[in-house]
Nanobody, 124 residues
């Protein structure tokens, strides 16, 4: 059974930083691309960042480019999201997910396993 467990969310002031972690178990982590999504109240779930199986390719939403960095450590079965220069509009529940292939994937339907989510709140 595949499990994804996120951690690292919390309350931070605008301009601050957080690092989210997601530990995976139940499948060969290094075989699959990973992604971070977020969902704010009343809004659709949106891709924040994606990474391929090796970490050699990444993709970001325009709204977070230059502020967020996705990375992975296959030896630790962990994917990270470093979030800097946080803004109130970054407030959302953040989810990690594993996709169906080794490559990047950009839409939720390409992901087949999801974590339970971690709340990120950025105060102004």
């Amino acid at each position: 059974q595949v499990q994804l467990v996120e951690s690292g969310g919390g309350l931070v002031q605008a301009g601050g930083s957080l690092r989210l972690s997601c530990v995976a178990s139940g499948r060969t982590f290094s075989n699959y691309g990973m992604g971070w999504f977020r969902q704010a109240p009343g809004k659709d779930r949106e891709l924040v960042a994606a990474i391929n199986w090796s970490g050699s390719m990444t993709d970001y939403a325009n709204s977070v480019k230059g502020r967020f960095t996705i990375s992975r450590d296959n030896a630790k079965n962990t994917v990270y999201l470093q979030m800097n220069s946080l803004k109130p509009e970054d407030t959302a529940v953040y989810y990690c997910a594993t996709n169906r292939w080794a490559s990047l994937a950009s839409v939720p339907r390409d992901y087949n396993y999801w974590g339970q989510g971690t709340q990120v709140t950025v105060s102004s």
